[in-house]
């Protein structure tokens, strides 16, 4: 029945399209116009470094330029509005993490419904770490937890922003070993990594790049990883899931096409950004930044979409409470 | 420590970065000559664009705007006694009498000298302060973050040139504007009365602008389209003529001129690295807190104000050397020591590289290329200068009409660019109707800014700090770094109430 509607509107998109008398259409794509691939974060950040990533080794596979827009204005929802008003053709992409896309959906009012949304390509996964000094008390993860049950909320813990990538899945950690903590909320990765290092909190939770070169000094001890399986740059840090908690929330970084956006036009989208990400060029700019490619199809990406959308479901519904 | 050095040295000396520091020296000793032009006004503008640049090249450009500018606002100072910059404003007093007494090239190049001098003896500091004073910042968490923020916030108002209440409010509204949008902690939605545009909060970039830029173009639009400065030029030449005709034989610039000067020019480079690392305090008063106690310390104080080179050295100086001063609280604890600082900051975050003690840390490369670009900018200046003086004491005769729609136009399409964002011209737009207010008002517009960018941190660390001491508010003082801050506050509220106290009573 999706797919039924999908070429509805797709073939409304076409006709409206033919009707203004422009030569594009779906069987011209990609070559009516150059892309935009819209960024809900500012320049320089982590989403904007991945989809230029992307986007470099593209413009040459696909033969056509494609520029990163930037729209970091209200949180994010200034890009991706900009995105759902933008004709469904494919030429106007949305890339982002689930934070502006998501969890805001989740906790306050928008103008659209995740539904309207299709996963195309990922691009990379950031895993959610939890880190404490090498000099700590806390050896492991079993340390933390009899910790914070013999006392509860003893310990402090530094994340990102309230509900950000590094959070939910802390809220989702207690609530499955049964522990509390008490959270301090920081602007990021770098803050709550300073305030480890100063010995102002126990522990930290933010993705690996940000505390690679402490770890690799010696100065920090990562407890664990909340992806699936190990992360390539921590290869001796276990994950929640071999320790025995089911808390599996990595962040993965999507290019989304508006619902409505023709089926042959997606699957060219699809096939050559893998193609590019699994390029050359781009394996040696992810190299350069620290980026780990994934380049998942749209399969996969709706799975971990929904899954997404599910768990975070789960874990804001108790904060609610 | 081999290859930090040849990377740092290949960063700094790559072609595209001495042409962008160029460009950005060119540019800031233009914007000073013009008045009403101003560096932090160059540097506002150009802001939106620089992320397209490296960030060598970038920073590189401000840094020159900056330092060119200093400079350039004595250029118009001396010719026609209107201050170019603010910060000139010092410069006039002697600058000017000396000019009519048949020595403007003399008055010019001691400016320029002293400029340099101060410039340098700041940078230096800079590079050597700011990097140990990053690692003690490492031991900084909320609790002294806090404390500083509330002596920042104390210095932004107490310094103030001007009346301090005025100065005191405008940091209010300043910490105000800075509570709209999501909260720092819990991302609660703030004073936004259901318009999603200021979830985010009000922007900083498009901000800056309107209330240093776009209000100052919008008022200088409202004036005559004659400038100023012509009609001076005109009065100057009947007031020339009365004092006999100009000698350049008299007028030569030697080394023992500028020797001296040197003492002056010490007094105020070491006022105006002192003044510039205080957070809040700014360029024009390090000039004029340079300027009087160079008189103070002179053996000749009653030659100040008829035209001594001594009294052109000192605020030159002084303005100058919080170029690199200014930046140390930036380098080493992510708060911006003026509003150009504060720009500054911007241009990093925008760059990826986030002002706060892990800032030197995690980028060696960048940092220290930035500290030998902002060295060599220094002499970039000494040659432009040299070649541009005789040229643009003929610019601040530029008709304001050809002049503010161009610069208008920059800052509207600039302020977009920055974020693809309707709504930022909005904000520049209405932030540009404030600032005009606040001026004609004589509200100093650095408090302002300064209270919006430090407002948020201090909110947050204050609560970060009474999670982590669990509502305790006895918690904020278990530091001795905090305590010493508080014990700063009160000094130095005591001494400021009793030097003013005391100058009431004289001028009784």
Known sequence: MLTKRTMLLGTAVLLAVLSFGAMASAADFPKAKQLRMVVPYGAGGGVDISTRILATPAQDILGQRIDVVCMPGAGGQEGINFVLQQPRDGYTLLVTDYG??????????????????????QITEVVPTFFVLAESPLKNVEDWVKAAKEKPESLTVAHGRHLSVPHLPLILFEKTAGIKNTHVPTTGGSEALAYVLGKKVDIGASVPSTIASTVKAGTMRPLAVCSLERVATLPDTPTMKELGYDVVLPAWYTVFAPKGVPEETLKILEEKFIEALKSEGAKEMAGKSNVLLTPYGRDKTAGLYEGTISSLKTILADVKK | MDELFFQVLEGAFALPVILYTTVGVFLGITVGAIPGLSGDMAIALLLPLIYKVSPAAALGMLMGIYKGSMFGGSISAISFGVPGTAAAAATVEDGYPAKLKGHPKQAMLTALYSSVTGDLISTLLLVFVAVPMAKVALHFGPVEFFALYVFALMMISLLVVGEMKKGIAAAAIGLFI????????????????GIS???GGIPLI??????????ELMIQFGRECASRSAKKVAEDAIKAEELGIYD?????????????????????????TFIGALPGAGSSLAAFMSYGLARKMSRKPDEFGTGTLEGVAAPEAGNSATAGASLIPLFAFGIPGSATAALFGAALIMQGINPGPMMIEENKVIIYTLFVIIIYATFINLVLSHGLIPLYAKLAQIKAC????????????????SRNSLFDVWVLLAAGVLGIYLRKNGFPLGPLVLGFIVGPGAEKALRQALLMGRGDWMFLLKSPIALGFYALCVISLLLIHFSVKKKLVEED
């Open chain 2, 178 to 193: 800075g509570t709209i949008g999501m909260d720092p902690m819990m991302g609660s939605v703030r004073l936004t009365f």
């Open chain 2, 248 to 272: 350049p034989a008299k007028d030569r610039m030697s080394l023992k001129i500028y020797w001296s000067t040197f003492r002056a020019a010490l007094i105020g480079s070491g006022m105006g």
């Open chain 1, 100 to 121: 502006p896309l998501v969890t805001t959906a989740l906790t306050e009012e928008v103008t659209y419904d995740l539904s309207d949304w299709v996963p195309l390509v």
């Open chain 2, 402 to 417: 050809y002049l503010v729609p161009t610069v208008f136009a920059l800052a509207l399409l600039g302020t977009f660019a």
């Open chain 2, 206 to 215: 498009p901000l800056l602008v309107g209330v240093f830029a776009v209000s």
């Open chain 2, 197 to 199: 545009s200021l979830r």
